[in-house]
């Protein structure tokens, strides 16, 4: 069974830039989560994916957008960065939309210049 | 809005010494998970509890949620310097389904 796999594991880009970031679920799971964990905070909830449409999302603005294959992996694109944007992106893959228990892969470290 | 409260922030104790985080909210939460991450890797769950009242162990980590499912605890008996690391509760939103909430953390470090 394979876990939960992000690419790339660091990325360095300048303000204004834009982004994007991927994830590969874990074997069986059909459902994505995206979250934002700044230095010395817990994660915060980006958006969710199931069936390849957002399925919920948290308090983060439009440019932060993702999408979800019929493979059920799944990339996070942030348009104009800044610099606040700063963070270890995880993504998280589930069983199923309502399932509470899932699994973290090991983030991309995303550093706005 | 749910928010959940993690005690202390940080933690630096001796190996053999015991210890508690504690995780509060003034909200109820269907269920509480317990997550360690270690620096540069992803949260890996370590207990979900569900029952109010509830108490598990997993080794020498006993986790227990409370009677009123609005607060939990970690206890680390005769700590080890393998258990260092950031420690986080997390519980679903009850009202954003997939949405999972999580407290500020604590770090804890464990000296030989």
């Known amino acids: 069974e394979t876990g939960v796999t992000q690419s790339p594991t660091h990325l360095i880009k300048t303000r204004g830039q834009q982004v994007t970031l991927r994830c590969s679920s874990q074997s069986g799971h059909n459902t994505v989560s995206w979250y934002q964990q700044a230095l010395g905070q817990g994660p915060q909830f980006i958006f969710q994916y199931y069936r390849e449409e957002e399925n919920g999302r948290g308090n983060f603005p439009p440019r932060f957008s993702g999408l979800q294959f019929p493979n059920y992996s799944s990339e996070l694109n942030v348009n104009a960065l800044e610099l606040d944007d700063s963070a270890l992106y995880l993504c998280a893959s589930k069983g199923g939309p309502d399932t509470d228990t899932q699994y973290f892969g090991p983030g991309t470290r995303l550093t706005v210049l | 809005t749910q928010l959940l409260e993690q005690s202390p922030q940080f933690l630096s104790i001796q190996e053999g010494e015991n210890l508690t985080v504690y995780c509060n909210s003034s909200?109820?939460?269907?269920?509480l998970q317990w997550y360690r991450q270690e620096p540069g890797e992803g949260p890996v769950l370590l207990v979900t509890?569900?029952?109010?009242?509830e108490v598990k162990k997993l080794k020498r980590l006993t986790f227990q949620f409370g009677d009123a499912r609005k607060d939990s605890s970690l206890h680390i008996t005769a700590a080890q310097p393998g258990d260092t690391g950031l420690y986080l509760c997390a519980g679903p939103s009850g009202n954003q389904g997939g949405k999972l909430i999580f407290g500020q953390g604590t770090e804890l470090s464990v000296k030989p």
């Open positions: 909200s109820v939460f269907s269920s």
């Open positions: 509890v569900v029952t109010g009242g």
